[in-house]
């Protein structure tokens, strides 16, 4: 099964005083890779009906650091999906720079939608993001 990948540029702002890329901007990296991949699918990943709400909000991460990220460098994030779920889709990620690896770990979001400003309720994942995403990374 072959991953989606995106490019990111490590910029100033994602730097600490040492120049070295904060931990966190790796968690927004793989975050534009997954909405890369559902606009690349044309699937909505997030979308609003009215006062509905409904998307993939993330309830576990983790994630292994092997090597600094330096402002300039590029980054290519990989996704691939551990589990397409009912109600849940898990996605292991990597990133490197060039061949050295920076990072990799597993992502967890869960579908769920709510009503104005009520709360979160899990529902199950759209049956066209399952197939499309199922048929693409073929599993």
Known sequence: MA???AEHRAQFSDTDAAGIV????IF???EATEEALFRHLKLPFLKTEGNKLSGFPRVRVECDYLSPVHR????TVS???GEIGDKKIVWAFEA?????AVAKGILTTVYAWREGQGPMA???VPLEIKTTLQ???GV
Do not use: D, I
């Open 22 to 25: 904060h931990f966190s901007t």
């Open 122 to 124: 899990a529902a199950l």
């Open 79 to 81: 996704l691939t999906p």
């Open 96 to 100: 490197q720079v060039g061949a050295r």
């Open 72 to 75: 300039e460098e590029v980054v």
């Open 28 to 30: 927004f990296w793989v």
């Open 135 to 137: 048929k693409h990374f």
């Open 3 to 5: 991953p989606f990948t």
